[in-house]
């Protein structure tokens, strides 16, 4: 059994979810309404002008007919200036009486002044019309009867008055009333047809621009590009991702564009044609390097959409997708199995490491010898930091549960905080170029020192790898938030990040570089969060060799030590 296109949307049913628009406000029915009311000034007009004719050339000297048809006339001119287009419903209420009845009676007026000389039954169809489409099916038989009795008791009180002395007036009143009969059943039947038809397309409509409104939602929150060119390369639309693909500013994405606008363009271009010439779908990895933005590599698949109408020409949809994100999904499904194994290494490092952390400690008891000591002092240094290494591997990984002892760990901000930035700047040869800024205040934070450590260093490993080589290229500061909250910033002076690193700078194994894991970041926030800290990215601008430059910021936040902070989530 075929199902219907409107009956099942992705909003369940149109009919039962949505109200049927009301006759009266679909412009359909207002155009009927106008004219059957054109109808009616015109026949008005006609029967004035005749009759007034007919009174003028003497030809008729009945004043009652001129009269009659002028009233009839002046009803039709107030009944389309007062009267509202609405449905006469499907009974005999006052609105019939006053459309379909003013004209039933009118016409039996002029028929019965007028005599045999004209003949007016045709004119009945009119009101039997306008019950038929704007009314019911039993409003428009019930007008045919009416029409019909009326019409054959004017010739029995035309037989019973001696004027009418043959039966075929009988068979033409009969005749008349069973066409209007028919009129009524065949207007009514069509109308009713028609009014199905046009409540079906308002739901079809309906749920079209639902489905549509949908579709444009999908497409503008999608990650990745999506374009639509046509031949002459003139883009008619283009959602968020794609216009941040091809560098265009804020100003820009409420405009149609060109690719011939930018040189930089040329590749899509060239295979947005290619695509067209040949009609079929293209592949390909493109580069476009926009001024001060950098390179800007993508992939660019296109597929043709088929042409509205005769003789259009076919409008070519353009994906896009940064391949950095194609990389970094790579890196993620190859690195994901390798960090499961590196879990599973570490669980099983722990014990041989317990065994020799415990055999060092029984050797440590029976040396004498100083450098015998000294060696087994670098043997258990070096196995307490593989201890907190495999830990550390195991908190990230999510499977040591975490402690939610009340005796958190704590460190001196300051201090720590300057001994990392000595030791950093000593191992880096980077003592020109990194800057910090003395902080007086000694309070002490919830962190573990060596956590604490990590974060900072992976911040200036960052930092130096995008930053200038002027002295102060890389700062380093402390300051108070609240009352309960301090901060430690690392600034450099590196160039802005381009929107598709920054929208996933905290992600694992998303890098800008393909030779790094994109680890860095990720583990710096999952420290953070471990000790109810944050770390947020901004641009701000620092004084660097007595000028103001706008550089890159990693800001993390810090729960003073007498605060009380929120515990992490297992």
């Given at each position: 059994m075929?199902?219907?296109?409107?009956?099942?949307?992705?909003?369940?049913?149109?009919?039962?979810?949505?109200?049927?628009?009301?006759?009266?406000?679909?412009?359909?029915?207002?155009?009927?309404?106008?004219?059957?009311?054109?109808?009616?000034?015109?026949?008005?007009?006609?029967?004035?002008?005749?009759?007034?004719?007919?009174?003028?050339?003497?030809?008729?000297?009945?004043?009652?007919?001129?009269?009659?048809?002028?009233?009839?006339?002046?009803?039709?001119?107030?009944?389309?200036?007062?009267?509202?287009?609405?449905?006469?419903?499907?009974?005999?209420?006052?609105?019939?009486?006053?459309?379909?009845?003013?004209?039933?009676?009118?016409?039996?007026?002029?028929?019965?002044?007028?005599?045999?000389?004209?003949?007016?039954?045709?004119?009945?169809?009119?009101?039997?019309?306008?019950?038929?489409?704007?009314?019911?099916?039993?409003?428009?038989?019930g007008?045919?009867?009416?029409?019909?009795?009326?019409?054959?008791?004017?010739?029995a009180?035309?037989?019973?008055?001696?004027?009418?002395?043959?039966?075929?007036?009988?068979?033409?009143?009969?005749?008349?009333?069973?066409?209007?009969?028919?009129?009524?059943?065949?207007?009514?039947?069509?109308?009713?047809?028609?009014?199905?038809?046009?409540?079906?397309?308002?739901?079809?409509?309906?749920?079209?621009?639902?489905?549509?409104?949908?579709?444009?939602l999908?497409?503008?929150?999608?990650?990745?590009?999506v374009?639509?060119?046509?031949?002459?390369?003139?883009?008619?639309?283009?959602?968020?991702?794609?216009?941040?693909l091809?560098?265009?500013?804020?100003a820009?994405?409420?405009?149609?564009?060109?690719?011939?606008?930018?040189?930089?363009?040329q590749?899509?271009?060239?295979i947005?044609?290619?695509?067209?010439?040949?009609g079929?779908?293209?592949?390909?990895?493109v580069?476009?390097?926009?001024?001060?933005?950098?390179?800007?590599?993508?992939?660019?698949?296109?597929?043709?959409?088929?042409?509205?109408?005769?003789?259009?020409?076919?409008?070519?949809?353009?994906?896009?997708?940064?391949?950095?994100?194609?990389?970094?999904?790579?890196?993620?499904?190859?690195?994901?199995?390798?960090?499961r194994?590196?879990?599973?290494?570490?669980?099983?490092?722990?014990?041989?490491?317990?065994?020799?952390?415990?055999?060092?400690?029984?050797?440590?008891?029976?040396?004498?010898?100083?450098?015998?000591?000294?060696?087994?002092?670098?043997?258990?240094?070096?196995?307490?930091?593989?201890?907190?290494?495999?830990?550390?591997?195991?908190?990230?990984?999510?499977?040591?549960?975490?402690?939610?002892?009340?005796?958190?760990?704590?460190?001196?901000?300051?201090?720590?905080?300057?001994?990392?930035?000595?030791?950093?700047?000593?191992?880096?040869?980077?003592?020109?170029?990194l800057?910090?800024?003395?902080?007086?205040?000694?309070?002490s934070?919830?962190?573990?020192d060596?956590?604490?450590?990590?974060?900072?260093?992976?911040?200036?490993?960052?930092?130096?790898?995008?930053?200038?080589?002027?002295?102060?290229?890389?700062?380093?500061?402390?300051?108070?938030?609240?009352?309960?909250?301090?901060?430690?910033?690392?600034?450099?002076?590196?160039?802005?990040?381009?929107?598709?690193?920054?929208?996933?700078?905290?992600?694992?194994?998303?890098?800008?570089?393909?030779?790094?894991?994109?680890?860095?970041?990720?583990?710096?926030?999952?420290?953070?969060?471990?000790?109810?800290?944050?770390?947020?990215?901004?641009?701000?601008?620092?004084?660097?060799?007595?000028?103001?430059?706008?550089g890159?910021?990693?800001?993390?936040?810090?729960?003073?030590?007498?605060?009380?902070?929120?515990?992490?989530?297992?």
């Amino acid at each position: 059994m075929a199902t219907n296109p409107i009956d099942h949307t992705w909003f369940g049913t149109p009919a039962a979810n949505v109200a049927p628009p009301k006759p009266e406000d679909s412009p359909e029915f207002v155009r009927l309404w106008h004219a059957f009311m054109a109808s009616r000034l015109a026949l008005g007009l006609t029967l004035v002008v005749l009759q007034g004719a007919l009174y003028a050339t003497g030809t008729g000297y009945n004043f009652e007919l001129v009269s009659v048809s002028a009233g009839y006339f002046a009803i039709t001119i107030v009944t389309r200036l007062i009267a509202k287009p609405r449905p006469l419903g499907g009974s005999f209420n006052r609105r019939w009486v006053g459309l379909v009845g003013a004209d039933v009676l009118a016409i039996l007026v002029l028929q019965h002044l007028q005599g045999n000389n004209i003949n007016y039954t045709p004119l009945f169809a009119l009101p039997i019309l306008l019950a038929s489409v704007l009314g019911s099916l039993r409003l428009a038989l019930g007008t045919a009867a009416g029409v019909t009795v009326l019409l054959l008791s004017g010739t029995a009180l035309g037989y019973l008055g001696a004027q009418i002395d043959t039966p075929a007036y009988y068979v033409q009143a009969a005749l008349s009333g069973v066409g209007y009969f028919a009129i009524a059943l065949l207007a009514s039947q069509l109308s009713t047809r028609l009014a199905s038809e046009g409540q079906r397309a308002h739901l079809s409509q309906l749920a079209a621009r639902i489905q549509q409104q949908v579709n444009e939602l999908v497409i503008e929150s999608l990650p990745d590009g999506v374009m639509i060119v046509d031949d002459k390369g003139t883009v008619r639309g283009a959602n968020p991702a794609a216009r941040q693909l091809l560098g265009l500013s804020s100003a820009q994405t409420a405009h149609l564009f060109n690719l011939k606008d930018n040189p930089a363009w040329q590749p899509l271009l060239n295979i947005t044609r290619i695509s067209i010439g040949t009609g079929r779908p293209q592949e390909a990895d493109v580069t476009i390097r926009n001024a001060n933005q950098g390179e800007q590599r993508m992939r660019a698949r296109t597929r043709l959409a088929a042409p509205q109408d005769m003789g259009a020409a076919s409008l070519c949809v353009l994906f896009l997708q940064d391949q950095r994100e194609l990389e970094a999904r790579m890196r993620t499904e190859k690195l994901a199995s390798m960090g499961r194994m590196s879990t599973a290494v570490a669980h099983e490092i722990r014990n041989p490491l317990a065994a020799i952390a415990q055999a060092n400690a029984l050797l440590e008891e029976d040396l004498t010898d100083p450098h015998h000591q000294r060696l087994t002092q670098m043997v258990g240094h070096n196995a307490k930091r593989l201890e907190k290494i495999v830990d550390d591997i195991l908190n990230v990984a999510r499977i040591s549960p975490l402690s939610t002892s009340p005796m958190a760990p704590t460190v001196r901000l300051s201090a720590n905080v300057e001994q990392v930035c000595q030791d950093w700047a000593t191992q880096n040869a980077c003592s020109s170029r990194l800057h910090w800024t003395p902080w007086p205040q000694r309070q002490s934070v919830h962190f573990d020192d060596e956590h604490l450590r990590r974060v900072l260093v992976n911040l200036l490993d960052n930092a130096a790898r995008y930053a200038t080589q002027r002295p102060e290229a890389i700062q380093v500061r402390c300051a108070v938030v609240d009352e309960q909250q301090v901060s430690v910033s690392v600034w450099s002076d590196g160039a802005p990040m381009e929107q598709t690193v920054e929208r996933h700078l905290f992600e694992p194994f998303f890098s800008s570089e393909s030779r790094s894991s994109g680890l860095g970041l990720y583990i710096c926030r999952e420290l953070c969060d471990r000790h109810g800290a944050s770390i947020t990215y901004q641009r701000s601008a620092r004084s660097v060799d007595s000028m103001v430059v706008e550089g890159n910021e990693f800001v993390i936040t810090l729960h003073l030590a007498q605060a009380q902070i929120p515990l992490p989530l297992a």
